[in-house]
């Protein structure tokens, strides 16, 4: 019988699953899960949970998985916003709505689960603040220690989210990427599971391939999707395939990934057909997809593969065009995003200007965090009081919605 196993993307050395690695120990390369044959895996049946999905999870015994209700999120139809960006075919595939209020809960739960199962003594990540959130809350449920590593520039709203639930946050004056060396670090010295969910963690991956199995019923030509390393898009890719290869007949979507345009290294590299170059930083209102890759670039460079071997593409998209794509959401289809969700609305009219999306095929678009995480661009206009009548309201309204 085949056992659940690492692979490495680049030199192809196998390692257990039961030492929770992050990278190859060999070469430092990308792992891939493999798995073994199926029998042992219970479903859950709770169609919310991420164990749902075990069948294409890796073994863990019921008493080790951690789970909040992190799957089975809604897809809605967006008529109107697809119609005023020429779409005839738009749906969200709403992650936003998550235990923590963001799309890493999927891949957080199923690391957490394995640090359990195989009794890790604790867990360390590096983050800009969603996967941070996730996973101190997942820490926090399965009772394991956590040290959160975040850059200076994370927003104050995502470090309360973690600072509530007893995690240990460190501060760390320097780029995401510096935060992920750290993380590494300690997790290789120290034993502990890293979370950090680029490739660092590689459970991350088979955790968003359950996106794929909820979109597959639906029959997407196009995801879009949020990128900073990729390992959303990496996700997406392995959940059809393996699909596929399972004689299902599913097709694969082309996967689109977005960058905003201040820190854009996958999206450069496509342009110009090359390799990942780190990006200098810069400060972006998506602060959750700002990651220059310094360090590792071989991250962007996996997940560049992956964009080009399915006909997918990589567009950075400037900030007021995000943020306007964050309203758009809002106020057209009540669906709140942070900005760097809102990426995929706010290009949509670069996409179908650039002919990447076509007016008549069926796009989802992947909302991968909840607009309460980062409302600080929203701005409030408050009117001049009127007086507690009938009359002054009716002028007001007058004024504002004359129409009605």
Partial sequence: MTDDHLLCTACGARHAIADVPSKCATCAGILDLVLGEPEDRPVADDPRSLWSWAEHLPRCREAHRITMGEAGTPLLKAERLGARHGLRDLWIKTDSVMPTGSFKD???????????????PAL????????????AAYAARSGKPIVVLVPRT???????????????????????SA??????ELARDRGWVNLTTTYHCP????????????????APDVVLLPISAGPLLGGIVKGFARLRARGEQVKMPRPIALQPEACAPIARAFDEGTGIRPWTHAATV???????????????DYTLSLIR?????????????????????????????????AITIGAL?????????????????????HGLKDLSHVDITRDATIPPTGDGLSARLADAIPQI
């Fill in 154 to 176: 994370a927003p104050e709203a995502k470090l309360r989210q973690i600072a509530i639930t007893g995690a240990h946050l460190v501060t760390v004056d320097g780029p995401t």
């Fill in 203 to 218: 459970y991350g991956v088979d955790g968003y391939a359950t996106i794929a199995y909820e979109l597959a019923a639906a």
């Fill in 124 to 135: 360390v990540m590096s983050s800009s603040g969603n996967a941070g959130a996730s996973g």
């Fill in 179 to 184: 935060c992920c060396r750290l993380a590494e």
């Fill in 106 to 120: 999927r891949a957080i739960a199923l690391a957490t689960s394995l640090a359990c199962e195989y009794d890790r």
């Fill in 309 to 341: 071997a399915h006909g997918g593409a990589a567009v950075a998209v400037d900030d007021a065009t995000i943020l306007a794509g964050q309203r758009m959401a809002a106020s057209l289809e009540g669906i709140l995003m942070e900005p760097s969700a």
């Fill in 349 to 369: 009219d670069l996409l179908r200007e650039r002919g990447i999306v076509a007016p008549d095929e069926r796009v989802v678009a992947v909302a991968t965090g």
């Fill in 286 to 300: 998506a602060s959750a997809l700002n990651d220059t890759l310094e360090g590792y670039e071989q991250d962007g």
